[in-house]
């Protein structure tokens, strides 16, 4: 794309498209498409209106699992398939609020006496989206209560927070968001909540409520410990489109956000991304340019550099939303395809000081998407050059890497946003959960499963059950024994390779009383429970 500044000018005009209702402009300018790349899709794109359409009317939009997908329910309950699951949206917005009422009101309160902060324990979609919200949205100024996050199953991490935390667990609301309640991690994380507030002479069921499915194991162990309320999650939810479910909302409205506004945001996005006309379409021309720049196979990543400290996790958010959804080895057909789009990025100007080097004269593997926000926020006045803010120099940043990347042929999408709000933030969730379903139906895979990360999942459950047998064995043994002696007693020679790695694990660990006394070789090291 060698063009002068002036035609560049032109092609800036045919392809930047605002969208006054979103407070919204999308900009393809930089990518490389054109009339004939929007006629030669039209068959796609017209299949992609139809997937869509049936999706959001109920159909079995993930066959594997035979499950509907509703996460456009959740913004528009009349669009719910039957009467049931409409009201099920409505109670559940209604007894948010009204929970969040009686939160700020200390009608329900601590151990401590009223709520300052929320513990919420969750991982994947049970967390991102509520982590991404909370930093886009929050103040330690203004924030209702203030929120913490157990994330991970390791353990300096969740203590790390619960330092952080410090006395004030008596004040703190747990909040464990499960779909099935059998996640591990989440598991986890609630156990060792749990075990803090008893140390703290605290009942963590007083000072906890569920998300999760009716009947789940995490439904029937709240109601077991008198926790102080449950909230509700569908099968027809998927974790990463979660967000705008009891999943985000409930911590956006006890952070003090209005929830309302951020379902409105994403409310509008649908209705505008339901258009038929892909030039006024936002979802479609972002669903396009992925699918022109990567060639139908996702060969290039996309780095997201929003400009604004705000959407930092942004691009954290986006990864699984992105990569999870499309990162598939069959398609609908059986096939194997083996796609997907990788997901990198931080934020400018900061990551300019980091690998904008690599992004402008290294691999030319990728194609960025950059978001610019017009309104800086707070100390937007203070100059700190003659007429030149702060913030001028943030969008100068913002637009300068943007030409530098095109100077060298780099892509690049420009996403530009008023301002960072519930608003905003509702729509931007909204907008690429409608992309990703876009771009699913033109590469003609199930983009609401997750086959893989059930594979993952099953695999550490081999590794937890290996870790046992060494134990048991270990606890029944004499002498120091080496790893290939161990692997043999407990018949798993083929699995040697995870013996020594589990035995290293243990031995690093005093509480299971492994020691480790180091030989020659990494592999004739002995091993003894001590």
């Known amino acids: 794309m060698n063009y002068t500044k002036l035609q560049w000018w032109e092609r800036f005009q045919k392809y930047y498209t605002e969208f006054p209702t979103l407070g919204l402009a999308v900009d393809l300018s930089r990518m490389n498409v054109d009339d004939a790349f929007f006629a030669a899709m039209e068959p796609k ?56 009422i009686d939160i700020n009101a200390g009608k329900i309160s601590g151990a401590g006496g009223k709520f300052e902060n929320f513990l919420l324990i969750g991982i994947g979609g049970s967390a991102l989206g509520p982590q991404f919200v909370a930093h886009a949205l929050g103040d330690p100024r203004t924030d209702k209560l203030k929120p913490y996050f157990f994330d991970n199953t390791d353990p300096d991490g969740m203590d790390r927070v619960l330092a952080m935390i410090g006395k004030n667990l008596g004040k703190t609301l747990g909040i464990v968001i499960s779909k099935s309640g059998g996640t591990k991690e989440t598991r986890n994380g609630m156990l060792v909540a749990e075990a803090a507030y008893a140390h703290a002479g605290l009942h963590f069921g007083h000072h906890a409520v569920a998300v999760t499915t009716d009947g789940s194991d995490l439904s029937k162990y709240a109601k077991k410990g008198g926790w102080l309320a449950e909230f509700p999650m569908w099968n027809w939810i998927g974790g990463r489109t979660s967000e705008l479910s009891a999943v985000g909302l409930l911590p956006a409205a006890l952070q003090g956000f209005d929830i309302d506004a951020l379902i409105l945001g994403a409310y509008e996005s649908d209705k505008i991304t339901r258009c038929k006309n892909v030039k006024t379409n936002p979802a479609y021309q972002i669903a396009l340019a992925w699918f022109e720049s990567g060639n139908g196979k996702g060969i290039k990543n996309m780095i997201v550099l929003p400009y604004k400290d705000r959407l930092e996790l942004f691009s954290k958010y986006l990864q699984q939303l992105v990569m999870e959804s499309l990162g598939k080895e069959h398609d609908l057909n059986k096939a194997i395809v083996n796609q997907g789009i990788t997901v990198l990025g931080n934020k400018g100007a900061t990551d300019q000081h980091s690998y904008i080097q690599q992004l402008r004269d ?79 139906s033109f590469i003609n895979i199930n983009a609401y ?82």
């Open 362 to 440: 290294g691999l030319n593997d990728f194609f960025a998407t950059f978001i610019e926000v017009l309104n800086d926020g707070y100390n937007s006045n203070l100059a700190v050059e003659p007429m030149v803010t702060s913030g001028d120099f943030l969008n100068g940043f913002c637009l300068g890497t943007r030409q530098a990347l095109t100077d060298k042929n780099r892509e690049s999408i420009t996403l530009t946003i008023k301002e960072v709000s519930p608003f905003s933030i509702g729509m931007l969730i909204a907008l690429f959960e409608r992309a990703v379903g876009i771009y699913a």
């Open 45 to 100: 794109i017209q299949k992609a209106f139809a997937d869509m359409a049936a999706l959001e009317s109920g159909a079995i939009a993930n066959p594997d699992e035979k499950r509907m997908v509703g996460h456009y329910w959740l913004r528009n309950p009349a669009l719910a398939p039957t009467p049931e699951i409409r009201k099920e949206i409505e109670n559940a917005k209604a007894q948010i609020k009204q929970f969040t």
């Open 449 to 530: 499963h997750q086959p893989g990360v059930e594979g993952g999942k099953k695999a550490a459950a081999n590794i937890i059950q290996l870790q046992i047998k060494i134990l048991a064995f270990l606890t029944q043994q004499p002498k120091h024994l080496m790893v290939s002696e161990i692997a043999k007693g407990i018949g798993a020679d083929e699995e040697i390779e995870y013996v020594f790695k589990i035995c290293e694990h243990l031995s690093a660990n005093p509480n299971h009383k492994i020691q480790k006394i180091s030989g020659s070789t990494p592999f004739s090291a002995k091993y003894i429970f001590n």
